[in-house]
Protein backbone atom coordinates (compact mmCIF):
# COMPACT_ATOMS: atom_id res chain seq x y z
CA UNK A 1 0.00 0.00 0.00
CA UNK A 2 1.53 3.54 -1.00
CA UNK A 3 2.07 5.45 2.04
CA UNK A 4 -0.40 8.74 1.97
CA UNK A 5 0.71 11.75 0.35
CA UNK A 6 1.04 13.52 4.02
CA UNK A 7 3.60 11.11 4.68
CA UNK A 8 5.59 10.99 0.91
CA UNK A 9 5.12 14.23 -0.80
CA UNK A 10 6.76 17.08 1.82
CA UNK A 11 9.53 14.68 3.40
CA UNK A 12 13.33 14.99 2.84
CA UNK A 13 13.37 11.44 5.13
CA UNK A 14 11.27 8.95 5.76
CA UNK A 15 11.45 10.64 9.90
CA UNK A 16 8.94 11.54 12.19
CA UNK A 17 9.90 13.42 15.28
CA UNK A 18 8.29 11.73 18.08
CA UNK A 19 6.39 14.16 20.18
CA UNK A 20 8.45 14.61 23.58
CA UNK A 21 6.43 15.12 27.19
CA UNK A 22 7.57 18.38 28.46
CA UNK A 23 10.35 18.53 26.04
CA UNK A 24 8.42 19.50 22.44
CA UNK A 25 7.16 22.59 22.10
CA UNK A 26 6.87 25.09 19.19
CA UNK A 27 10.07 26.41 18.28
CA UNK A 28 11.42 22.51 18.21
CA UNK A 29 8.36 21.49 15.79
CA UNK A 30 8.78 24.04 13.66
CA UNK A 31 12.81 24.27 13.14
CA UNK A 32 11.83 20.43 12.76
CA UNK A 33 9.42 21.06 10.17
CA UNK A 34 11.86 23.28 8.25
CA UNK A 35 14.42 21.05 8.44
CA UNK A 36 12.17 18.81 6.57
CA UNK A 37 11.00 15.96 8.79
CA UNK A 38 7.56 15.76 10.81
CA UNK A 39 7.18 17.59 13.51
CA UNK A 40 5.27 16.87 16.52
CA UNK A 41 4.70 17.71 20.61
CA UNK A 42 1.84 16.32 22.82
CA UNK A 43 -1.08 18.35 23.43
CA UNK A 44 -0.54 17.76 26.73
CA UNK A 45 2.26 20.05 26.74
CA UNK A 46 0.59 23.08 26.00
CA UNK A 47 -0.48 24.42 29.24
CA UNK A 48 -3.03 25.72 30.95
CA UNK A 49 -5.12 23.90 28.09
CA UNK A 50 -5.80 27.35 26.36
CA UNK A 51 -2.45 27.48 25.11
CA UNK A 52 -2.82 24.93 23.01
CA UNK A 53 -4.93 27.36 20.82
CA UNK A 54 -1.98 29.92 20.55
CA UNK A 55 0.69 27.06 19.81
CA UNK A 56 -1.48 25.73 16.73
CA UNK A 57 -1.96 28.88 15.66
CA UNK A 58 1.61 30.03 16.13
CA UNK A 59 2.87 26.55 14.31
CA UNK A 60 0.05 26.58 11.57
CA UNK A 61 1.34 30.55 10.49
CA UNK A 62 4.93 30.17 10.83
CA UNK A 63 4.69 27.06 8.55
CA UNK A 64 2.52 28.66 6.26
CA UNK A 65 4.86 31.87 6.02
CA UNK A 66 8.10 29.95 5.27
CA UNK A 67 6.18 27.60 2.70
CA UNK A 68 5.07 30.63 0.66
CA UNK A 69 8.82 32.13 0.38
CA UNK A 70 10.09 28.84 -0.06
CA UNK A 71 7.94 27.17 -2.98
CA UNK A 72 10.64 24.83 -3.94
CA UNK A 73 11.39 23.26 -0.84
CA UNK A 74 8.28 23.66 1.71
CA UNK A 75 8.06 22.12 5.40
CA UNK A 76 7.05 19.10 6.48
CA UNK A 77 3.63 18.66 7.94
CA UNK A 78 3.26 18.38 11.84
CA UNK A 79 1.42 16.15 14.01
CA UNK A 80 -0.12 16.54 17.81
CA UNK A 81 0.02 13.88 20.09
CA UNK A 82 -3.16 13.24 22.25
CA UNK A 83 -2.91 10.93 25.18
CA UNK A 84 -6.03 8.89 24.85
CA UNK A 85 -6.31 7.65 28.52
CA UNK A 86 -8.94 7.91 31.09
CA UNK A 87 -6.55 10.12 33.55
CA UNK A 88 -6.66 12.89 30.58
CA UNK A 89 -9.66 15.44 31.07
CA UNK A 90 -8.58 17.45 28.62
CA UNK A 91 -8.50 15.33 25.40
CA UNK A 92 -12.45 16.36 24.52
CA UNK A 93 -10.76 19.68 24.59
CA UNK A 94 -7.78 19.36 22.49
CA UNK A 95 -9.16 17.50 20.13
CA UNK A 96 -11.54 20.30 18.90
CA UNK A 97 -8.60 22.43 18.92
CA UNK A 98 -7.02 20.13 16.36
CA UNK A 99 -10.19 20.18 14.41
CA UNK A 100 -10.03 23.38 14.82
CA UNK A 101 -6.74 24.22 13.23
CA UNK A 102 -6.99 20.72 11.00
CA UNK A 103 -4.16 19.40 11.99
CA UNK A 104 -2.28 17.08 9.53
CA UNK A 105 -1.33 14.38 11.52
CA UNK A 106 -2.77 12.91 15.18
CA UNK A 107 -0.57 10.48 16.53
CA UNK A 108 -2.42 8.79 19.64
CA UNK A 109 -1.36 7.25 22.37
CA UNK A 110 -1.98 5.11 25.53
CA UNK A 111 -5.88 3.92 24.17
CA UNK A 112 -7.77 4.08 21.28
CA UNK A 113 -10.73 5.76 20.84
CA UNK A 114 -13.26 5.51 17.57
CA UNK A 115 -14.52 9.52 18.15
CA UNK A 116 -11.04 11.07 17.99
CA UNK A 117 -10.27 9.31 14.71
CA UNK A 118 -13.22 10.33 13.22
CA UNK A 119 -12.66 13.94 14.23
CA UNK A 120 -9.45 13.58 12.65
CA UNK A 121 -10.83 12.14 9.42
CA UNK A 122 -13.76 14.95 9.38
CA UNK A 123 -11.04 17.36 7.23
CA UNK A 124 -9.25 15.09 6.03
CA UNK A 125 -6.27 14.47 8.61
CA UNK A 126 -4.73 11.30 9.84
CA UNK A 127 -4.32 9.44 12.81
CA UNK A 128 -1.07 7.41 13.58
CA UNK A 129 -1.76 4.99 16.48
CA UNK A 130 1.39 3.89 18.91
CA UNK A 131 1.81 -0.04 19.70
CA UNK A 132 3.89 -2.32 21.65
CA UNK A 133 2.19 -5.42 20.32
CA UNK A 134 0.04 -7.16 17.97
CA UNK A 135 -2.91 -7.14 19.96
CA UNK A 136 -3.17 -3.38 20.40
CA UNK A 137 -2.53 -2.41 16.58
CA UNK A 138 -5.48 -4.40 15.18
CA UNK A 139 -7.50 -3.46 17.99
CA UNK A 140 -6.21 0.34 16.87
CA UNK A 141 -6.91 -0.48 13.24
CA UNK A 142 -10.08 -1.55 13.74
CA UNK A 143 -11.21 1.46 15.35
CA UNK A 144 -10.00 3.20 12.39
CA UNK A 145 -6.49 4.22 13.20
CA UNK A 146 -4.61 4.90 9.50
CA UNK A 147 -2.02 4.23 10.63
CA UNK A 148 0.47 2.11 13.24
CA UNK A 149 4.02 3.43 15.40
CA UNK A 150 5.69 0.30 16.33
CA UNK A 151 7.45 0.97 19.91
CA UNK A 152 10.07 -1.45 19.89
CA UNK A 153 12.72 -2.34 22.82
CA UNK A 154 14.74 0.49 23.54
CA UNK A 155 12.63 2.98 22.69
CA UNK A 156 12.75 6.50 24.83
CA UNK A 157 9.41 7.08 27.42
CA UNK A 158 6.96 4.55 27.30
CA UNK A 159 8.90 1.77 25.52
CA UNK A 160 7.95 -1.54 24.41
CA UNK A 161 9.57 -5.04 25.15
CA UNK A 162 9.91 -6.62 21.61
CA UNK A 163 12.35 -6.69 18.98
CA UNK A 164 12.24 -4.39 16.52
CA UNK A 165 12.67 -7.84 14.27
CA UNK A 166 9.65 -9.43 15.41
CA UNK A 167 7.38 -6.87 15.95
CA UNK A 168 7.35 -5.10 12.78
CA UNK A 169 8.01 -8.51 11.05
CA UNK A 170 4.38 -9.73 12.53
CA UNK A 171 2.39 -7.05 12.18
CA UNK A 172 3.73 -6.96 8.49
CA UNK A 173 2.04 -10.06 7.65
CA UNK A 174 -1.48 -8.34 7.95
CA UNK A 175 -1.03 -4.90 7.99
CA UNK A 176 0.10 -2.83 4.59
CA UNK A 177 -0.59 0.16 5.85
CA UNK A 178 1.74 2.96 6.82
CA UNK A 179 4.37 2.14 9.80
CA UNK A 180 6.19 3.94 11.69
CA UNK A 181 9.27 1.95 13.80
CA UNK A 182 10.65 3.27 17.07
CA UNK A 183 13.30 2.22 19.65
CA UNK A 184 16.87 3.43 19.75
CA UNK A 185 17.15 5.12 16.29
CA UNK A 186 19.30 8.10 16.73
CA UNK A 187 21.13 7.78 13.25
CA UNK A 188 20.73 7.52 9.45
CA UNK A 189 22.00 3.74 9.43
CA UNK A 190 18.95 3.44 11.64
CA UNK A 191 16.02 5.14 9.52
CA UNK A 192 17.60 3.27 6.80
CA UNK A 193 17.33 -0.27 8.74
CA UNK A 194 13.98 0.57 9.87
CA UNK A 195 13.11 0.91 6.21
CA UNK A 196 15.08 -2.76 5.48
CA UNK A 197 12.89 -4.29 8.11
CA UNK A 198 9.62 -3.44 6.64
CA UNK A 199 8.67 -0.04 8.18
CA UNK A 200 8.18 2.89 6.23
CA UNK A 201 8.94 5.82 8.55
CA UNK A 202 11.55 5.90 11.19
CA UNK A 203 10.62 7.47 14.79
CA UNK A 204 13.34 9.40 16.44
CA UNK A 205 12.76 10.52 19.45
CA UNK A 206 15.65 11.31 22.06
CA UNK A 207 18.28 12.77 19.67
CA UNK A 208 16.40 15.92 19.49
CA UNK A 209 16.32 16.04 23.21
CA UNK A 210 19.78 17.12 23.01
CA UNK A 211 19.00 20.14 20.70
CA UNK A 212 18.80 23.56 20.51
CA UNK A 213 15.33 24.29 20.64
CA UNK A 214 14.32 21.57 22.82
CA UNK A 215 12.46 22.07 26.10
CA UNK A 216 15.13 20.43 28.53
CA UNK A 217 17.48 22.01 30.60
CA UNK A 218 20.96 21.99 29.70
CA UNK A 219 22.44 19.48 32.65
CA UNK A 220 19.78 17.16 30.37
CA UNK A 221 20.73 17.73 27.22
CA UNK A 222 24.49 17.12 28.18
CA UNK A 223 23.18 13.80 29.76
CA UNK A 224 21.83 12.53 26.46
CA UNK A 225 25.69 13.59 24.71
CA UNK A 226 27.49 12.18 27.75
CA UNK A 227 25.97 8.34 28.44
CA UNK A 228 24.70 5.67 26.33
CA UNK A 229 22.37 2.60 26.93
CA UNK A 230 23.67 1.14 29.72
CA UNK A 231 23.14 4.56 31.39
CA UNK A 232 19.38 3.79 30.61
CA UNK A 233 16.86 1.91 33.32
CA UNK A 234 13.35 0.23 32.41
CA UNK A 235 11.07 0.96 35.29
CA UNK A 236 7.35 0.86 35.76
CA UNK A 237 7.42 3.26 39.17
CA UNK A 238 7.24 6.99 37.81
CA UNK A 239 4.36 6.67 35.43
CA UNK A 240 2.70 3.37 36.51
CA UNK A 241 3.61 2.00 32.41
CA UNK A 242 7.39 0.55 31.75
CA UNK A 243 9.62 3.40 30.50
CA UNK A 244 13.56 3.89 30.00
CA UNK A 245 14.86 6.73 31.86
CA UNK A 246 18.29 7.98 32.24
CA UNK A 247 20.19 6.50 35.12
CA UNK A 248 22.12 9.61 36.59
CA UNK A 249 18.34 11.45 36.97
CA UNK A 250 17.15 8.56 39.24
CA UNK A 251 20.44 8.82 41.18
CA UNK A 252 19.85 12.68 41.46
CA UNK A 253 16.62 12.24 42.70
CA UNK A 254 17.88 9.91 45.75
CA UNK A 255 16.84 6.85 44.52
CA UNK A 256 18.48 3.57 43.51
CA UNK A 257 17.97 2.96 40.33
CA UNK A 258 18.93 -0.89 40.39
CA UNK A 259 16.13 -1.18 43.20
CA UNK A 260 13.34 0.63 41.87
CA UNK A 261 9.79 -0.97 43.09
CA UNK A 262 6.76 -1.73 41.04
CA UNK A 263 4.19 0.86 40.36
CA UNK A 264 0.67 0.01 39.85
CA UNK A 265 -0.80 0.42 36.66
CA UNK A 266 -4.10 1.64 37.53
CA UNK A 267 -3.05 4.43 39.18
CA UNK A 268 -1.63 5.87 35.70
CA UNK A 269 -2.01 9.42 35.59
CA UNK A 270 -0.72 12.22 33.32
CA UNK A 271 0.59 14.96 35.21
CA UNK A 272 0.31 12.96 38.44
CA UNK A 273 3.70 11.92 38.21
CA UNK A 274 2.96 8.28 39.21
CA UNK A 275 3.75 6.52 42.81
CA UNK A 276 6.91 8.89 43.06
CA UNK A 277 7.64 12.18 44.21
CA UNK A 278 10.10 12.33 41.83
CA UNK A 279 7.95 13.54 38.57
CA UNK A 280 8.84 12.25 35.04
CA UNK A 281 9.69 13.74 33.13
CA UNK A 282 10.33 16.51 34.87
CA UNK A 283 13.02 15.40 37.98
CA UNK A 284 13.36 11.49 36.10
CA UNK A 285 14.75 11.99 32.39
CA UNK A 286 13.05 9.95 29.82
CA UNK A 287 15.38 8.57 27.12
CA UNK A 288 16.06 6.04 24.76
CA UNK A 289 18.99 3.39 24.52
CA UNK A 290 19.72 4.97 20.95
CA UNK A 291 22.02 7.90 22.89
CA UNK A 292 25.41 6.86 22.04
CA UNK A 293 24.85 8.18 18.62
CA UNK A 294 24.37 11.70 20.13
CA UNK A 295 27.98 13.18 20.52
CA UNK A 296 26.87 16.87 20.79
CA UNK A 297 24.31 19.73 20.79
CA UNK A 298 23.08 20.39 18.04
CA UNK A 299 20.44 22.55 16.39
CA UNK A 300 17.37 20.84 15.10
CA UNK A 301 18.24 21.70 11.31
CA UNK A 302 22.08 20.22 11.97
CA UNK A 303 20.75 17.14 13.17
CA UNK A 304 18.64 16.61 10.26
CA UNK A 305 21.70 17.34 8.55
CA UNK A 306 23.98 14.43 10.04
CA UNK A 307 21.04 11.63 9.88
CA UNK A 308 20.44 13.21 6.00
CA UNK A 309 24.66 12.08 5.49
CA UNK A 310 24.58 9.07 7.58
CA UNK A 311 21.39 7.86 6.11
CA UNK A 312 23.00 8.54 2.41
CA UNK A 313 26.05 7.56 3.07
CA UNK A 314 24.06 4.11 4.40
CA UNK A 315 22.65 3.50 1.11
CA UNK A 316 25.75 4.29 -1.13
CA UNK A 317 28.01 1.45 1.15
CA UNK A 318 24.74 -0.88 0.42
CA UNK A 319 25.04 -0.37 -3.31
CA UNK A 320 28.38 -1.95 -3.47
CA UNK A 321 27.75 -5.25 -1.14
Known sequence: ???????????????????????????????????????????????PAAELDRWLERITTELAEYDAANPDNPSAPFAVNQIVHGSNDRLQHDVEMCVKWKVPIVITSLGAKEFVNEAVHSYGGIVLHDIINNRFAKKAIAKGADGLIAVAAGAGGHAGALSPFALVQELREWFDGPLLLSGSIANGEAVLASQAMGADLAYIGSAFIATEEANAEPPYKQSIVDHNADDIVLSTLFTGVSGNYLKPSIISAGMDPDNLPESDPSKMSFGSGGDSDAKAW???????????????VLTAGQLVDQIEKQYNAAKSRLANI
Open 282 to 296: KDIWGCGQGIGAVKA
Open 1 to 47: MALPEILSQRLRLPVVAAPLFIISNPDLVIAQCKAGVVGSFPALNAR
